[in-house]
């Protein structure tokens, strides 16, 4: 498979935007409801990415622009997601569709911004391992993609008991 170019991945990346805002048509019952048993609602999951891209966005890719050091570090994943489920609380859906957005926006205007090696470059995160923004976009464009199988999966299950 040939590699994609960094344009592709920031167009991949940005291409989350209008599914996300897609979503804002489901009932509030289905966007609160867990997507399967035991498992994060549609709320949790979305605060879920938006909270991940407001971190890189803050701790790496402006610190990177504005050449500082950067302070994104290796957290613990459970306690952050946590944090996310938490906050998904306190937030309206539009309010989540609209910081998704803000964010990832954010993101992707930034990388756009940047040269091919630039995004290529790597720097030392918080923890002194490599960080590039090829490689967090490369990484997160799986993340995106495994909770759009999820959020498919529930919204057909959703399509299916209103038929």
């Known amino acids: ?3 994609k170019t960094n344009k592709q991945l920031i167009l991949e990346f940005e291409s989350f935007i209008p599914y996300i805002q897609s979503l804002d048509s489901m009932e509030d019952a289905d ?3 867990p997507l399967e048993a035991g ?3 549609l709320q949790d999951v979305l605060c879920h990415i938006m909270l991940w891209d407001k971190y890189f966005y803050e701790e790496a890719l402006v ?3 504005e050449g500082l050091p950067l302070t994104a570090a290796h957290l613990d994943f459970n306690a952050f997601n946590a944090n996310a489920v ?3 609380r306190t937030v309206t859906r539009q309010e989540a569709i609209r910081q998704f957005v803000l964010y990832r926006t954010k993101i992707t ?3 756009a911004s940047f040269s091919d090696a630039a995004l290529e470059q790597n720097h030392p995160d918080g923890d002194g391992k490599k960080f590039s923004i090829r490689k967090y976009l490369r990484d997160f464009i799986s993340h995106d993609k495994h909770h759009k199988k999820q959020i498919e999966k529930y919204a057909a299950t959703v399509a299916v008991t209103k038929a």
């Open 109 to 111: 205007g930034l990388a």
């Open 1 to 3: 498979m040939a590699t």
């Open 39 to 41: 498992k994060w609602s």
């Open 86 to 88: 938490l906050y998904a």
């Open 63 to 65: 610190k990177i622009q």
């Open 31 to 33: 966007w609160e409801a």
